[in-house]
């Protein structure tokens, strides 16, 4: 009986319960929850467009804008190096070393411009090239006519040419090429403030959504506890999730920098921001490849900018971590290796650093690679091995790969400047292995290559160790 009792109250208080809450609570708490929901979603919503908007300005800015400055500045910088060459090879009149020294720079210069034109363009780029096109072609053909006036021995027409015609061409493209590196740097700067600007928006967004949620959170909260605990403890896991989200928000609002100091460091900056995000972890990845991709890239491009403006000597002193580096290489290389269905792996027994700077040894190091994927066959069981050990008071690093090898009597000439093999199909000029022998040999090293037909080919470099003590 005490047990039917018990039951019969249960019922009552549940029964009125039930009449207090009617059918407007009902309806309120559903509303509630619906806005609640709705600004949770906005502020998803809003937030992925913002951070897919960054991205793609970060992807601009890594992709078209940065290269093209770096490609340009070279070429600007190789056009004065080709002067200066000339200039001396006049005055020395037509010692061997300057002529050899001019052949070289117009290799670089070849090399700058096909790097420059593999990339985008932009609205306006395609017409000032043009023109900068023009200019670097009468650069050379004056340096031409200046050299054969030196070759007969008219050394006045050769200085006429050197100190009229040579400097007012140099200085047209050097004008022309500054005004296509102002363009790329320009539009740099525009996705660099709309970042900034989709920052604030994105900031202004969170603070007035997450205004809304925490009203309609309180709300639903006390509609939620009329009705059960259990909604209640529902109620709160929510609000969890908004304050979790929005923390997200004030950390990502305070990524971007207000201020965009040049177009490497705009995209730098959107990289670090859009990591903080809360992104998947394949979009991450990508973006942490790209970041270290544009770190690479600054410091091959600052070494190489440094390397030419000391007329390709090293300074004394310059060491680079092998280990770091063939690291970062297998980093940047892999998920190619992985499209192409190869392995790319990497063994690195080596100790102590060699007597070249990383961004120098970075750039030999990825010719080599990109060289041996390149170059793979498409069957079954492709591979590449980089292996890093001591050879006495040298390091000696090697890339093998599985590819089809090199034709018979082509091993000494390979790393000459505009050398392939044979009836290749890869796009290129044969630049990236004359670039190995000449960064390897100026820093006192030594380069070559071991081939058999059908089983592959082995590139090696080997570079002096860097005296103890230096830094």
Avoid at 444 to 456: C, L, P, Y
Wanted: proline share 4%.
């Amino acid at each position: 009986m005490r047990r039917k009792v018990r039951n019969v109250s249960f019922d009552v208080v549940h029964g009125r319960a039930q009449d207090e809450l009617g059918l407007p609570w009902k309806r309120a708490l559903l509303w509630a929850f619906a806005l609640v929901v709705g600004c949770f979603l906005t502020e998803t919503v809003v937030s992925q467009l913002v951070a897919s908007a960054i991205d793609d300005a970060a992807m601009r800015i890594i992709t078209d804008y940065s290269p093209s400055v770096v490609a340009l500045a070279s070429t600007r910088a190789e056009l004065h190096r080709m002067q200066d060459f000339v200039s001396d090879y006049v005055a020395g009149g037509g010692d061997t070393s300057d002529r050899d020294r001019i052949a070289s720079s117009m290799v670089d210069l070849d090399s700058s411009v096909e790097s420059y034109l593999k990339l985008p363009t932009i609205p306006g780029e395609r017409e000032l090239w043009r023109r900068t096109a023009s200019d670097i072609v009468n650069v050379r053909e004056t340096a031409d006519r200046t050299i054969v006036a030196v070759e007969r021995g008219d050394a006045d027409e050769a200085k006429r040419l050197v100190r009229n015609e040579l400097r007012a061409a140099v200085d047209r493209a050097s004008a022309d090429i500054l005004g296509n590196i102002e363009l790329n740097a320009s539009a740099a700067d525009m996705d660099g403030h709309l970042i900034a600007h989709r920052r604030r928006t994105s900031m202004q967004a969170a603070i007035a959504l997450a205004l809304a949620s925490v009203a309609l959170t309180a709300l639903a909260a006390l509609l939620v506890y009329r009705i059960s605990m259990q909604h209640e403890a529902i109620q709160r896991r929510h609000a969890e999730i908004l304050s979790a989200t929005n923390a997200e928000l004030e950390v990502f609002a305070s990524r971007v920098s207000h201020d965009i100091l040049s177009p490497l460091s705009s995209t730098r900056l959107a990289i670090e921001s859009a990591l903080k995000a809360d992104l998947s972890e394949g979009v991450r990845r990508k973006l942490q490849r790209g970041a270290g991709g544009l770190d690479r890239v600054t410091r091959i491009a600052r070494a190489l900018f440094d390397f030419a403006r000391a007329g390709a000597r090293p300074d004394p002193g310059e060491r680079g971590d092998v280990r770091t580096v063939v690291d970062e290489v297998v980093d940047e290389y892999l998920p190619i290796a992985d499209q192409a269905g190869a392995r790319l792996e990497a063994s690195v027994p080596a100790h102590g650093p060699v007597a070249c700077n990383e961004g120098l040894l970075t750039a030999a190091l990825s010719n080599l690679v990109r060289n041996a994927l390149t170059h793979l066959d498409a069957g079954p069981g492709k591979r590449v091995d980089i292996l890093a050990a001591d050879a006495g008071d040298r390091v000696r690093i090697e890339v093998r790969d599985t590819g089809p090898g090199l034709a018979p009597g082509t091993e000494a000439r390979v790393f000459d400047p505009y050398v392939r093999g044979p009836g290749t199909a890869q796009p290129g000029l044969g630049l990236g292995l004359a670039t190995v022998k000449r960064i390897v040999e100026t820093h006192g090293g030594t380069v070559g290559v071991e081939s058999r037909v059908g089983v592959g080919c082995r590139f090696w470099m080997e570079l002096p160790r860097a005296a103890a003590g230096v830094s």
